[in-house]
């Protein structure tokens, strides 16, 4: 292992009071529900067909999608999800895109939901055949989605996300955001699996992205929330910038993108719901005024963070070079500070289970973590790695994310050059890292 590291902990001036904005209204489709579309499992959260893409299923959340979208769809293929909510609780359906092929009725491809305990149908859906509103509110928490196709030319398939009622203001898992004023917070929840769907994001999290990115994709990226669950993100639409810079964060990579009119901030901060709140830069945050529309940002912040000083460095071994000239170089486990210039620290090259050790001091609240490789001489750097902390040096335990299940890998570096950071959801609590 030969890398830099760096870890910080996120200011946080108020925890969220929860406010949402409901962004889509419209009738519904309803129909009766045709024989043989629940899936042939009763378990919750699950998927069975050839034609199904991209799934993340949650009880609280998720995002689904046809194979191959945004490509063709194939033929002769289908999908069946099921969908469970929690109990006292009911589905929303955002419909982030609907592309099957036209046919009378939609016999030869559709969407088609239902409730299999009530027997109601939504749908069946095609081109010929939309969607009458963007969101799907039903009465139900169980809710089968089932996915068919015959022969075809055309059609990029659907794409679709959901969440329950506790989270109305959720935003699709495609471009298209509210259009608050500039400076205005407002606040969206993003279902889980938002991080796969197709589409780009510009920018990073210091300067913000641009507007026209995925804003839910962008907010994994920005570390605000875990792709795995989702969550309710905060920003504002602000003045756009002449270039974003692209970075590599939290599994994605963002692009370079050029002048934008605007751009997104992600915000920590109070929400109070069907408020607004202008912000002049510089200023000391004004209390809220009751504006009708969107939920303001008090104590407004952007997500940025503290550096966290390390008092002390370890490893389980360090590379003693002697390089081509005769000279010694030691790649010492101090060498692991981001703020060193030159070679980093690195293992002995036999090390099969290399470890490098973080003493922060005191416990300290641990949000995330940013990686470097070393360039000097060597093109060296770590792909992946694990992470462990502990309050006393002496009993470990894993970081096992905001799914609790597994020892969570976090990606790295893909050369010696770029900063890579990667977010603690939840974060960790601890004095030693590892």
Same mark, same amino acid.
């Given at each position: 292992?030969?890398?830099?590291?760096?870890?910080?902990?996120?200011?946080?001036?108020a925890?969220?009071?929860?406010?949402?904005?409901?962004?889509?209204?419209?009738?519904?489709?309803?129909?009766?529900?045709?024989?043989?579309?629940?899936?042939?499992?009763?378990?919750?959260?699950?998927?069975?067909?050839?034609?199904?893409?991209?799934?993340?299923?949650?009880?609280? /959340? $998720?995002?689904?999608?046809?194979?191959?979208?945004?490509?063709?769809?194939?033929?002769?293929?289908?999908?069946?999800?099921?969908?469970?909510?929690?109990?006292?609780t009911?589905?929303?359906?955002?419909?982030?895109?609907?592309d099957?092929?036209?046919?009378?009725?939609?016999?030869?491809?559709?969407?088609?939901?239902?409730?299999?305990?009530?027997?109601?149908?939504?749908?069946?859906?095609?081109?010929? /055949?939309?969607?009458?509103?963007?969101?799907?509110?039903?009465?139900?928490?169980?809710?089968?989605?089932?996915?068919?196709?015959?022969?075809?030319?055309?059609?990029? $398939?659907?794409?679709?996300?959901?969440?329950?009622?506790?989270?109305?203001?959720?935003?699709?898992? /495609?471009?298209g955001?509210?259009?608050?004023?500039?400076?205005?917070?407002?606040?969206?929840?993003?279902?889980?699996?938002?991080?796969?769907?197709?589409?780009?994001?510009?920018?990073?999290?210091?300067?913000?992205?641009?507007?026209?990115?995925?804003?839910?994709k962008?907010?994994v990226?920005?570390?605000?929330?875990?792709?795995?669950?989702?969550?309710?993100?905060?920003?504002?639409?602000?003045?756009?910038?002449?270039?974003?810079?692209?970075?590599?964060?939290?599994?994605?990579?963002?692009?370079?993108?050029?002048?934008?009119?605007?751009?997104?901030?992600?915000?920590?901060?109070?929400?109070?719901?069907?408020?607004?709140?202008?912000?002049?830069?510089?200023?000391?945050?004004?209390?809220?005024?009751?504006?009708?529309?969107?939920?303001?940002?008090?104590?407004?912040s952007?997500?940025?963070?503290?550096?966290?000083?390390?008092?002390?460095?370890?490893?389980?071994?360090?590379?003693?070079?002697?390089?081509?000239?005769?000279?010694?170089?030691?790649?010492?486990?101090?060498?692991?500070?981001?703020?060193?210039?030159?070679?980093?620290?690195?293992?002995?090259?036999?090390?099969?289970?290399?470890?490098?050790?973080?003493?922060?001091g005191?416990?300290?609240?641990?949000?995330?973590?940013?990686?470097?490789?070393?360039?000097?001489?060597?093109?060296?750097?770590?792909?992946s790695?694990?992470?462990?902390?502990?309050?006393?040096?002496?009993?470990?335990?894993?970081?096992?994310?905001s799914?609790?299940?597994?020892?969570?890998?976090?990606?790295?570096?893909?050369?010696?050059?770029?900063?890579v950071?990667?977010?603690?959801?939840?974060?960790?609590?601890?004095?030693?890292?590892?």
């Amino acid at each position: 292992s030969h890398q830099k590291v760096m870890l910080w902990m996120r200011k946080t001036f108020a925890e969220a009071a929860g406010a949402q904005v409901l962004f889509w209204g419209g009738s519904h489709q309803w129909g009766k529900l045709r024989q043989g579309t629940a899936c042939q499992s009763r378990l919750p959260g699950v998927s069975a067909g050839s034609g199904c893409g991209h799934t993340l299923l949650t009880p609280h /959340s $998720g995002t689904l999608s046809s194979k191959n979208y945004p490509g063709t769809y194939p033929n002769h293929t289908m999908c069946c999800w099921r969908l469970q909510a929690p109990p006292g609780t009911s589905l929303l359906l955002a419909f982030g895109d609907v592309d099957l092929e036209p046919s009378e009725h939609c016999a030869h491809s559709s969407l088609l939901l239902a409730d299999p305990q009530t027997g109601t149908a939504y749908g069946p859906y095609c081109r010929n /055949s939309v969607p009458s509103a963007p969101l799907l509110v039903t009465n139900s928490s169980t809710v089968t989605v089932l996915f068919n196709s015959t022969s075809h030319r055309s059609g990029r $398939g659907l794409l679709l996300s959901y969440a329950t009622s506790q989270h109305p203001g959720m935003g699709a898992a /495609s471009p298209g955001i509210p259009d608050p004023p500039l400076t205005m917070c407002f606040s969206v929840y993003c279902p889980a699996g938002c991080k796969d769907v197709h589409g780009d994001i510009w920018g990073n999290p210091s300067q913000g992205y641009r507007d026209t990115s995925v804003l839910c994709k962008a907010a994994v990226h920005a570390g605000v929330i875990a792709d795995e669950l989702g969550g309710q993100v905060t920003l504002s639409r602000e003045k756009g910038i002449t270039l974003y810079e692209s970075a590599f964060a939290n599994g994605l990579h963002s692009k370079r993108g050029s002048l934008s009119e605007k751009r997104l901030i992600f915000h920590k901060g109070i929400f109070f719901p069907g408020m607004i709140l202008a912000v002049k830069p510089g200023a000391t945050p004004m209390c809220p005024v009751g504006v009708l529309g969107f939920p303001v940002c008090c104590l407004l912040s952007p997500a940025c963070d503290d550096v966290l000083e390390v008092v002390a460095f370890n490893a389980s071994s360090w590379w003693h070079e002697v390089d081509v000239l005769g000279q010694d170089r030691a790649w010492v486990a101090e060498r692991a500070a981001l703020s060193i210039t030159g070679h980093s620290w690195a293992a002995e090259p036999s090390a099969k289970a290399a470890w490098l050790e973080l003493d922060l001091g005191t416990r300290r609240n641990v949000t995330g973590i940013i990686t470097k490789g070393s360039s000097e001489q060597h093109d060296y750097y770590v792909t992946s790695y694990h992470v462990s902390s502990s309050r006393d040096g002496k009993n470990w335990r894993p970081y096992r994310g905001s799914n609790g299940q597994e020892d969570k890998v976090f990606e790295g570096n893909a050369d010696s050059q770029g900063e890579v950071s990667n977010a603690f959801i939840p974060p960790m609590v601890a004095r030693y890292i590892r």
